[in-house]
């Protein structure tokens, strides 16, 4: 059983451009969220999805950002017109329902840099 | 309200020593008490797990002690190993009904176990 994939694994954008992050879920989970880590920080929670519906999106940012989990395929973290304060490592994990004995499976995460 | 403090920011230890790793939160609706390991480079992967209504949870050589009454819990690992060094994350989170299982994080402990 595959665990959740993210890709790419690394990115690079310049200032101004737009960053696509993806990830995809264990198999049978419907729920995603994206958590943000700065360099030597802690995980921020940003958004959290279950197919087709966001359901909690206080942690990001108004603008820019954005998120989507189509009912096929995998999440989508959008960043658009990048900033050097975006650069972060950016971790998806799912679990199988919003239970709260569900434990998160964390991907290997996308590291944005922004030059 | 959201806060975790943990502490230290950074632990060495040498081989077969205790380490001990220390978190205080303030929110007392959170119910869920999850502590992940992380190593350079990957996402963070549940270690061991504790609710308020347990005081100590042990799992082989990673034990959690939790204090409800101070809002405080720890995490302990015994005999530690050079294989044991990594980044550890307090986590904790607060039901919300409907609104998922998003989890807030303590700042991170790099912990270096010397052989």
């Known amino acids: 059983n595959a665990g959740v994939m993210q890709n790419p694994r690394h990115l690079v954008r310049r200032r101004g451009q737009e960053a696509r992050l993806r990830c995809s879920p264990m198999k049978g989970h419907s729920h995603v969220y994206w958590y943000r880590q700065l360099p030597e920080e802690g995980l921020k929670f940003m958004v959290y999805l279950q197919k087709e519906n966001i359901i909690d999106e206080s942690g990001m940012p108004k603008e820019r950002f954005s998120a989507e989990f189509p009912k096929e395929g995998p999440s989508i973290l959008r960043i658009q017109q990048v900033v050097r304060g975006d650069s972060a490592a950016y971790f998806c994990a799912s679990s199988p329902t919003s239970a709260s004995t569900d434990t998160q499976y964390f991907g290997p995460g996308t590291r944005l840099t922004v030059l | 309200q959201q806060q975790v403090k943990q502490s230290p920011q950074s632990l060495i230890v040498q081989k077969g020593g205790i380490s001990i790793i220390n978190c205080a939160y303030e929110n007392t609706a959170f119910d869920y008490f999850p502590w992940y390991q992380q190593f350079p480079g990957k996402g963070p992967a549940l270690l061991i797990a504790i609710r308020p209504d347990v005081s100590e949870k042990k799992e082989g050589r990673f034990t959690i002690s939790f204090n409800k009454s101070a809002k405080q819990f720890s995490l302990h690992i015994m005999d530690s190993q050079p294989g044991d060094s990594a980044t550890y994350f307090c986590?904790?989170?607060?039901?919300?009904?409907?609104?998922?299982?998003?989890?807030?994080f303590g700042g991170g402990t790099r912990v270096l176990v010397k052989p």
């Open positions: 986590a904790a989170r607060a039901p919300q009904e409907g609104a998922g299982n998003k989890l807030t």
